[in-house]
């Protein structure tokens, strides 16, 4: 799973807070900022009926409420109605087009109601983003975009987003600050970020050209072709951790991933 955003994501709700909200309600239910905080609020409860209905409620009143449509867009999302997701997180991004969330959750919503050259795009936007302004979240968004690309036949481009890049190259690929980083001393030694990538692909057993010094490493290990999509989904909620895919599985492996797995229908993902 992904980092939980401790500003407005902390799973665990405010009975006192929901308590207050629903005080001030009776004599203010033309409030906005109050639906948005209870939807919050039985969010965290994991009352996700309510939640829809306490921001479609809020969107009444503040129909340009950016962050009710993303959220009235997430609660649609775990209904599996994806077409009215995305169009409610596509009003959010053209509302406040720098939340890379909703960018982030809108492309998901694509991926998953099978609009893929749209998930692309939203994936992109989140993606640059997500580097410039909150980076330890990249990694959700790269994995739906290589899901993506797979699925669009688009493998040089899966393989470009996941390779090895320097500062320059990600920058320039839109993932990362602009620094020259190594591009600006590599050449001062004769070397290129190609020649780099083909040492590591050698070295890793890529080609066979060259024999890396100290003891072999085996390849890691792939999921079956039948289960890789499955496999991609689930590291990417966190449930797993990418490691390991034909590996027997221990009770206590199984404890966390069902812990997980309840957190994250708590936080509506």
Known sequence: MAEKNMKYEPLDPDEKLLAEVNEKLKTDPCNPELWYQKGLQHTWKGENEMALHCFSTGLIYAPFHASLRTWRGRKLMGQSDYTMAISELATASALNPMDWEAWYYQGVAAYLEGLYEHAKMCHTKARHLIAKHDPLCLAATVDWYWMTCMKLGERDEAKRVVDILCHAEGYRAG???????????????????????????????????????????????????????????????????????????????????????????KAGK
């Open 175 to 265: 993932i990362a600050s602009n620094h020259a980083d190594v591009e600006h001393w590599f050449p001062r030694h004769g070397k290129t970020m190609d020649q780099f990538r083909a040492a590591v692909k050698a070295a890793l057993g890529g080609d066979g050209q060259t024999e890396p010094e100290g003891p072999q490493q085996p390849a890691a290990e792939q999921p079956a072709d039948w289960a890789a999509e499955a496999w991609a989904w689930a590291k990417a909620m966190g449930l797993l951790d990418g490691t390991r895919p034909t590996a027997n599985i221990t009770r206590q492996e199984v404890a966390v991933m069902f812990r997980r797995f309840y957190e994250a229908i």
